[in-house]
């Protein structure tokens, strides 16, 4: 029994996604073409819709739906599965409608307009493009879509490190996350860490690079050792600065006490740690950050600056006022990529610094995924870790997006 039958369900999402296309055509004009086309636009979109739901449901066999011994739904798998529903029809609908729904309403398909001549162009053009394609489709289909499905697949399930069977569980391993409130703390603890890294990383690479850019005598030797500690992975990061903050063994501890008689305990405070994970991963991803700024500097046109200086404006100005905007489009990028790091990637240099403690302060959602599978074995609560870790990761993306729109200039 099901609080909502599958095909209603079905039916309802359709009827959103076609009303939600016929709508979009007749507000982009009254032209007669698109008046025509609205029908199928609207056709298309209730199809394209409920076939995102269903591919996205149906291998969980509409699960979150289903009423219990006493005839009751379970509320927090109804809001997964109202989730799950919309999100499976809203990215297909957007895929079908930008696509098929260009072509339907006289729109070029994107590259369309372009004439190039080149090697795929031709008899028998298309086929000679699969075949280049194809090791690099296949690469992509076993080693990044297969475990995606794989993962969605664990997450429904009950599923032990080494043991032989697995149990569907529906959305247990998901009730069982959201509903501990250990996590809503890791949660937190991740964004903390992603945004001081994000901030410190761009501010200080973009000071360092507006002093580095300049012509001097060497300028390529010292950029390319404020490059290196990019070059370096996440886990040397963690033992480098483990030698530094080591609470007895510590460099910088043993400045301290040698110098003013005392120590800091930089790996077992839980309101120190978490800032020793800061700046380790801060040094980490500074290279990079610096590699592009610098490249983008270069690039920042110097009559503009001259003609700044030339009215009168300091220093400061002409930096905020013409140079920042200029870098813009490398501040967008700089902005995403340090926040993937932030989130994937501190993994290896917080297991090496603090292993997650003291008292978990410093303790990640990635962090906890490999504790959950590995450690613990519990492959399926792991997996549900890491899809809404990917969740999470890619909703901030979409916000980060849609926050530049209209702030990023791009052009000469």
Known sequence: ???????????????????????????????????????????????SAAAGALVLLAPLNFCPFELDGDGNANRLNVMLGVFILLGGAFLAHRVVSSLVGRWLRGEALPGAT?????????????????????????????????PMFDTFQLSTQLARLGAP??????????????????????????????????????????????????????????????????????????????????????VLNHVLDSTFGFKVPWLLDPTIAPWTVVVASTWNILGFCILFYI???????????????????????????????LLS???????????????????????????????ESTTTMMYEVF???????NLGSAAARSLLLFGIVIGVTILQFRFSRGRVMYGS
């Open 371 to 377: 504790e959950v599978g590995v450690v613990a074995r």
């Open 114 to 146: 372009e004439t190039r001549t080149g090697l795929f162009s031709g008899p028998g053009s298309t086929l000679l493009a699969l075949l280049c394609l194809a090791p690099t489709l296949t690469i992509l289909t076993l080693f990044l879509y297969y």
């Open 329 to 359: 489009p490398i501040t967008f990028f700089l902005v995403v990529t340090t926040t993937t790091y932030a989130f994937f990637d501190t993994y290896g240099l917080i297991d090496f610094l603090t292993a997650g403690g003291p008292v």
């Open 1 to 47: 029994m099901y609080l909502v039958s599958p095909p209603i369900l079905l039916l309802l999402v359709a009827l959103v996604g076609g009303s939600w296309s016929a709508w979009r055509a007749r507000a982009q004009g009254a032209a007669p073409a698109v008046r025509q086309r609205a029908q199928l636009l609207a056709l298309l979109g209730a199809v």
């Open 295 to 325: 490249a983008g500097l270069q690039n920042v046109p110097n009559d503009l600056l001259e003609a700044a200086a030339i009215d009168g404006a300091s220093a400061i100005q002409r930096f905020f006022r013409i140079t920042f905007p």
């Open 165 to 250: 069977r697995t149990r569907f569980v529906c959305m247990r391993n998901f009730n069982q996350l959201l509903g501990d409130p250990d996590y809503g703390r890791t949660v937190l603890i991740s964004f903390f860490l992603a945004a001081f890294i994000v901030m410190f990383s761009l501010a200080f690479s973009l000071l360092i690079a507006q002093m580095a850019y300049r012509p001097i005598t060497g300028g390529r030797f010292y950029r390319a050792l404020l490059v290196w500690p990019y070059a370096l992975s996440p886990v040397i990061a963690g033992i480098i600065f483990e030698l530094l903050f080591h609470n007895t063994a510590g």
